[in-house]
């Protein structure tokens, strides 16, 4: 019996040793992996390639930006000149004659009193006054003016400033003096409040061709 106790407790420490020679195997192995993983130098990312500017595209936009169209550049656009005004109405021949005939009248009567030149258009309901001529002539509150005629007949009508007209009475002077589109004006500022006016009509025109 003693031997066979003998037996098997030597069985046993001969298993116990066996399984502390494996794990010291175990350690061992994992240990040198452990080093040799740390030993082992990192892998260095590759710099992307460098690009030249010129290269470079313009940048992408988004589908939805991409529609939208361009936005005008302003900063070097803009150029004295380059602007095309609209074109001139064609000037009928009866009209250039009459503000021909009115231009040559406003050179013979000089400088000493202020004139306008005022081509008649279809709205008759009243006169527009040159702006500039307004400013340096004219008062500037709502004005009682009077017109006078080539047989010194006066009219009376009202100035207004902020629209710089003449209504209020300039529809009887039209009226009464038949102008017609065509016809031409010039305004002569005798005194502070009253106008000469000479009248060139457009009609003569055809009769200096019959003539």
Request: proline share 7%; charged share 35%; net charge negative.
């Amino acid at each position: 019996m003693a031997e066979v106790n003998s037996y098997e407790e030597l069985r046993r420490k001969q298993v116990e040793e066996n399984k502390r020679k494996l794990e010291e195997l175990r350690l061992h192995h994992l240990s040198a992996a452990v080093r040799e993983a740390g030993a082992k130098p990192k892998p260095k990312r590759k710099a992307p390639p460098r690009r030249d500017i010129a290269d470079v595209g313009p940048p992408r936009r988004s589908g939805r930006i991409a529609t939208l169209p361009e936005q005008p550049d302003y900063r070097d656009n803009v150029k004295l000149g380059t602007v095309k005004s609209q074109k001139k109405k064609e000037v009928k021949p009866d009209h250039a004659y009459a503000i021909s005939k009115a231009e040559e009248l406003q050179d013979e009567l000089g400088s000493d009193y202020p004139t306008f030149v005022k081509p008649m258009t279809q709205s008759l309901t009243m006169l527009y006054i040159p702006v500039q001529f307004s400013m340096e002539h004219l008062p500037d509150r709502d004005t009682k003016f009077t017109l006078v005629d080539d047989d010194d007949e006066e009219f009376d009508m009202q100035y207004r400033p902020h629209s710089s007209s003449l209504n209020l009475g300039w529809r009887d002077f039209a009226e009464d003096h038949e102008l017609v589109d065509g016809d031409c004006l010039v305004f002569q500022l005798i005194k502070r409040t009253l106008f000469k006016v000479y009248i060139f009509r457009a009609s003569l025109y055809y009769d200096d061709d019959d003539d």
